[in-house]
């Protein structure tokens, strides 16, 4: 009989502040106002309460609605670009050693999880025209 591995659970209508986090300090130095508009998200959104997230995880985590509130729709999208950008250029490079490859390759799916999320959740924004390059 075969065994299926443990899949972690992870609630969908969370996002880690660590991935804030490791998302601003790559963008910080080549995508000044992405990285900004990151920043700004993690000084503002509070942290889910512990009890609120039922111990499905203990890492500081924020609502994905609070993280949309702060970002917009088009920001998320434009960080998931820059992202893969940055993965693409590491493969073609070979520059980064495989554990960064691995950390990287799970913060782009954690954005796209988000990503996800946000269309599942969310009707268009009209309103926000905020340009980021």
Known sequence: MSRKP??????????????????????????????????????????????DLQSAYTGEMLLNSQVLDSLKAHTIGKIVAVLTDIGETALRDKDLPPSHMTLLRTLIEDWVQLTEWVLLHTAADVNDRTSYH
């Open 6 to 51: 443990a899949v972690d659970y992870m609630p969908t209508d969370f996002f880690s502040r660590q991935a804030l986090e490791l998302t601003f300090r790559l963008l910080r130095n080549n995508h000044m106002h992405l990285a900004q508009a990151v920043k700004h998200a993690i000084d503002t959104i509070p942290n889910v309460s512990y009890e």
